[in-house]
Nanobody
């Protein structure tokens, strides 16, 4: 499956962005899907994920970010509200045949990143 992420940009702190990830060559609802971000530390951090048994978020984004899926569009989305400067980074969507959402090494398919910059 190929993944195409979009929606990044420059926004002021407190603002909002919506990231999209559209799949081709496979049915995204058949996969565990996740959003990860890579900031100045260069470490790829789990942000949110959807598996067969629920939707999960890293603690730092709970209450601010919402991940959703539209099966008709073969897409997942990440609505990011009340953005903070520490949310800055390159955001990647990924898909896995497994069921664990948090570990990036468990994902076989990755989209290209989309840059989110939050100015303070």
């Amino acid at each position: 499956v190929q993944l195409q992420a979009s929606g990044g940009g420059l926004v002021q702190a407190g603002g909002r962005l919506r990231l999209s990830c559209t799949a081709s060559g496979g049915t995204l609802s058949s996969y565990t899907t996740g959003w990860f971000r890579q900031g100045p530390s260069n470490r790829r951090e789990f942000v949110a994920g959807i598996s067969w048994n629920g939707t999960y978020y890293v603690d730092s984004v709970k209450g601010r970010f919402t991940m959703s899926r539209d099966n008709a569009k073969n897409s997942v989305f990440l609505q990011m509200d009340t953005l903070k400067s520490e949310d800055t980074g390159v955001y990647y969507c990924a898909a896995s045949r497994g069921s664990r959402v948090g570990n990036p090494s468990g994902y076989e398919f990755w989209g290209q990143g989309t840059l989110v910059t939050v100015s303070s």
